[in-house]
T-cell receptor, first 114, second 117 residues
Framework: DSGVTQTPKHLITATGQRVTLRCSPRSGDLSVYWYQQSLDQGLQFLIQ???????AKGNILERFSAQQFPDLHSELNLSSLELGDSALYFC?????????????FGPGTRLTVT | AQSVAQPEDQVNVAEGNPLTVKCTYSVSGNPYLFWYVQYPNRGLQFLLK??????LVKGSYGFEAEFNKSQTSFHLKKPSALVSDSALYFC???????????????FGKGTKLSVKP
């Protein structure tokens, strides 16, 4: 158990809908990262927060947004969903963005868009 | 830009034999390298990392990795494979502080390791 929790584990929804994925980082970690894993794109970095502030953006679509709350949990919002958004979404955390730190991953949320 | 390559989609090994999963990297500046393992329907588990120092890094579950700067490689190794090692292995490099990315991981495509009894 990495100490990172994600809810829900599975999500099935229809095209055009909006969903929210939730992540709680390990105790003491201030930095949260979101990744998307799909068969065709592999593991891709989406967005990073540190202590409530956005720090870096990767290949995140404009239909997607995220935030980190004062209690450090984070939410990833996916809207106007398309079939191609079906993927595993992982949250990871680390004490801070520094290069010496590894990231610990949650179990993921499997999103299926029908 | 930082990148990693895992040249093998799949590696097959007999139980008890040594295993190697290959990774090469391309970075600007000092490389910060990581190995993760993913079991079916599970999240990624951290195995080991290279930040600086000794080129041979020891990690979890008996795995180790050798950092080779001249060959820009960071191969994952284990002296004696177990059937339970069968999983998907990812090599990753830190995004660093270039181009605005600050600490995110850049992953290779993954290598499926299959250990047969």
């Amino acid at each position: 158990d990495s100490g990172v929790t994600q809810t829900p584990k599975h999500l099935i929804t229809a095209t055009g809908q909006r969903v929210t994925l939730r992540c709680s980082p390990r105790s003491g970690d201030l930095s949260v990262y979101w990744y998307q894993q799909s068969l065709d794109q592999g593991l891709q970095f989406l967005i990073q927060y540190y202590n409530g502030e956005e720090r870096a953006k990767g290949n995140i679509l404009e239909r997607f947004s995220a935030q980190q709350f004062p209690d450090l949990h984070s939410e990833l919002n996916l809207s106007s969903l398309e079939l191609g958004d079906s993927a595993l979404y992982f949250c990871a955390s680390s004490p801070d963005p520094g290069s010496v730190y590894e990231q610990y991953f949650g179990p993921g949320t499997r999103l299926t868009v029908t | 830009a930082q990148s990693v390559a895992q040249p093998e989609d799949q590696v097959n090994v007999a139980e008890g034999n040594p295993l190697t999963v290959k990774c090469t990297y391309s970075v600007s500046g000092n490389p910060y390298l990581f190995w993760y393992v993913q079991y079916p329907n599970r999240g990624l588990q951290f195995l080991l990392k290279y930040i600086t120092g000794d080129n041979l890094v020891k990690g979890s579950y008996g795995f180790e990795a050798e950092f080779n700067k001249s060959q820009t490689s960071f191969h994952l190794k284990k002296p004696s494979a177990l059937v339970s090692d069968s999983a998907l292995y990812f090599c990753a490099v830190k995004g660093g502080w270039y181009g605005g990315s600050q600490g995110n991981l850049i992953f290779g495509k993954g290598t499926k390791l299959s250990v047969k009894p």
